[in-house]
């Protein structure tokens, strides 16, 4: 049944905001998606095989192999090698940027003080409702910072501004092409 096992890897709040903003609706409609696609049944080009049935066979494999050509994926699934090893490397610079803010960047809280400070609003106001201007793009960036930077889960920061998660996921998916994230970011994590 869906929504009643919780994985520490799985982001369902993400996931569900894709499919609807209430709970219950993303919930159904993610579940008629999921009914729709086992409804396809199998499909050829997505079983089996993986790496070796994409290179076509072991001879392939190994004529690689020994000419020094690296396979680092399956095409059906990524792409080519080289774009899964730039896909890997930056992967891994994220990861890297992130665990270092995670161990050394500043709290929620501290976080909130800054994001305030920066906007020249009440920290305060970040905890209640409202969409004047000025305090929706701090909300913003500050879920954005908080989930995607800090990696502080979308229900955490919720609960500490008093909002849904669903909000919390949106406000945090807006911040991504915010204007300016870098240099504010940078201002807000880095000092």
């Not at 919720?158 to 996921?169: C, E, N, Y």
């Amino acid at each position: 049944m869906l929504g009643t096992v919780t994985n520490d890897w799985q982001d369902t709040d993400y996931v569900l905001n894709i499919f609807g903003t209430s709970l219950r609706a993303a919930r159904r409609a993610y579940g008629n998606f999921v009914a729709k696609g086992v409804a396809k049944g199998r499909r050829s080009d997505l079983v089996g095989g993986g790496l070796l049935r994409s290179v076509g066979g072991w001879f392939e494999l190994k004529a690689f192999r020994d000419s020094g050509i690296r396979v680092k994926g399956d095409e059906r699934i990524l792409g080519s090698s080289d774009f899964v090893e730039a896909v890997l490397k930056q992967s891994n610079e994220d990861l890297q940027e992130k665990y270092r803010l995670a161990a050394t960047g500043p709290n929620f809280e501290t976080l909130l003080r800054k994001v305030a400070r920066y906007y020249r609003i009440d920290p305060d106001d970040l905890k209640t409702a409202g969409k004047e201007s000025t305090l929706t793009k701090a909300r913003t960036v500050l879920c954005y910072l908080a989930v995607r930077k800090l990696q502080i889960s979308c229900a955490d920061v919720a609960r500490k501004l008093q909002i849904s998660s669903a909000t919390v996921s949106r406000a945090a998916s807006r911040g991504k092409s915010f204007p300016n994230l870098k240099q504010i970011q940078k201002e807000l994590l880095e000092s």
